[in-house]
């Protein structure tokens, strides 16, 4: 018959064996993936180096390193996506990969290539810490006389810091835009980043065909200024807004689709009635006005346009080479 103490003990025992369960389970799944690879690549784990391989496994905190005339793409489950470049250290620090919750990578040096996915984000470097949601943006080490980084933003914005919180000041950086942060000074202000400087950091971390410009959906609208306007300014304003209105229209006609309905009425062998009736639903955000034209006629058209954004090129990076 077993005493209290031994009856404990066992009773320790067997929760610690069923936390040990627990925790080699969770170590079990993986975090991500290797969806591209070329050249060679090796990923750190638990003390061990294996070959990175396509479609292999990703894991809470493995270090992913790419040797020279390499690059890795690796994909996530929260469906963030980072493309690391040549000679590049990658290590996870924090993956949790639910809405709300905060990724956390840290690139030791050289360059990688991001687009967030439903989690936030957060890039930490040795001289700098990015933080971003939603966002397509590059972040590269220099090691040079003064050790530095530099981001630059393609879609979206991106919030940098100094990792030396005592720094204190945050710079935020738009599309379009770059800028630097050395260690123990705050990020200089952003300014445009050159497209020359874009091209060299895309062709260390994507493959030809992977590089290219935003994808634009271009539409026109037209209308004629109302009769009961009560001046010409008015006229104009309100036949310019009309025109908008329909290039939307149309933008949404690409970008998503039309429902059509029809209804028809026959009676003694007769059509007596046709009704044809056309349905745009969607959701639009980030258009622009390229022009505005007044015809001879008197009418007004407006050209609009808009870049296809982070889910379209997501569409293709996450192929691979299949």
């Known amino acids: 018959m077993l005493t209290e103490k031994a009856f404990l003990l066992l009773l320790v025992a067997a929760l610690f064996s069923v936390l040990g369960g627990i925790g080699a389970a969770a170590a079990e799944k993986g975090v991500g993936s290797v969806r591209d690879l070329k050249g060679s690549a090796n990923i750190l784990r638990e003390k061990e180096t294996v070959d990175a391989r396509k479609n292999g496994a990703i894991f809470w905190a493995d ?69 971003a949601r939603g966002t397509s943006f590059v972040v590269w080490v220099e090691n040079g006389e003064t050790q530095k980084t ?42 445009v980043a050159p497209p020359e400087v874009i091209q060299v950091l895309y062709r260390k971390t994507l493959a030809q065909d992977e590089i290219w410009g935003p994808v634009i959906l271009r539409a026109k609208g037209s209308a004629i200024p109302p009769p009961g306007a009560t001046s010409q300014a008015q006229a104009r304003l309100m036949a310019l807004r009309a025109a908008k209105i329909e290039a939307l229209r149309n933008l949404l006609e690409q970008a998503y689709s039309v429902t059509v309905v029809s209804d028809s009425t026959v009676r003694d062998f007769a059509l007596k009635q046709d009704t044809i009736r056309a349905r745009v639903d969607g959701f639009i955000k980030g258009a622009w006005v390229s022009e505005e034209r007044l015809l001879a006629d008197g009418s007004y058209e407006v050209d609009m346009e808009i870049g296809l954004g982070i889910g379209f090129r997501r569409m293709f990076l996450e192929q691979g080479n299949r």
């Open 150 to 191: 530099g981001v630059a933003v393609a879609e979206g914005r991106v919030d940098i810091r100094n990792s030396d919180e005592a720094v204190g000041q945050q710079v935020l950086v738009p599309a379009g835009k770059m800028t630097y942060i050395e260690k123990g000074k705050a990020p200089v202000p952003a300014v």
């Open 63 to 131: 270090t992913v390193k790419t040797a020279d005339k390499s690059r890795v793409k690796l994909l996530f489950v929260d469906d963030s996506l980072l493309m690391i470049g040549e000679n590049s250290k990658v290590s996870i620090s924090t993956h949790l990969g639910k809405k709300g919750k905060t990724s956390v990578f840290n690139l030791v040096n050289g360059t990688v290539n991001v687009i967030v996915g439903k989690s936030a984000l957060e890039i930490h470097t040795p001289t700098s810490v990015s933080a």
